[in-house]
């Protein structure tokens, strides 16, 4: 079952691009965006990304801040971190836990490739609840961001 406004956010605990271990607890008592992005390096995700990392201070405007979370190695996302220079952490979900979690998983991804993140949003408030849940099932789309940041508001 989907994830609804005033759920609980399930909890994580990840490894950084910065080899950190970044858990959901760590943002308790501020704002939250979780962003499930597909793949490190395709256009889809490096466009959203950037469009994260160029707006970061609306976000930080509104209390927030912005984790972005794929299935790819912390290695990958590291040096996909350095050449995009993103100014937020990005969290590897290599055991495909969290996505799961989030109901965030494609069964089939392109190219036969298995358990790869949907394209999601998700802002968690400072008590841990979810206030706007976004699942794309087509990875071409881009979350809505001006409903991010009217739940965030």
């Known amino acids: 079952m989907a994830l609804q406004k005033g759920d609980p956010a399930p909890a994580f605990k990840l490894f950084s691009s910065e080899k950190q271990e970044v858990s959901l607890d760590d943002y308790r008592g501020k704002n939250l965006v979780v962003l499930f992005f597909p793949m490190a390096f395709t256009s889809v995700c490096t466009a959203e990304l950037c469009a994260i990392r160029d707006n970061i201070a609306d976000y930080n405007g509104l209390d927030a801040d912005v984790v972005g979370i794929s299935v790819d190695s912390p290695f990958t996302?590291?040096?996909?971190?350095?050449?995009?220079?993103?100014?937020?952490?990005?969290?590897?979900?290599?055991?495909?836990?969290?996505?799961?979690?989030?109901?965030?998983?494609?069964?089939?991804?392109v190219f036969g490739m298995?358990?790869?993140?949907?394209?999601?949003?998700?802002?968690?408030?400072?008590?841990?609840?979810?206030?706007?849940a976004e699942v794309l099932d087509n990875a071409g789309e881009q979350p809505n961001y001006e409903a991010i940041k009217q739940a965030l508001a």
Do not use: C, H, M
């Open 77 to 109: 996302l590291a040096k996909f971190k350095e050449e995009e220079r993103y100014n937020f952490p990005l969290l590897s979900d290599f055991n495909k836990e969290t996505s799961a979690a989030y109901g965030a998983l494609y069964d089939n991804f």
């Open 114 to 132: 298995k358990g790869v993140s949907k394209r999601s949003a998700f802002v968690v408030d400072r008590d841990g609840k979810i206030q706007y």
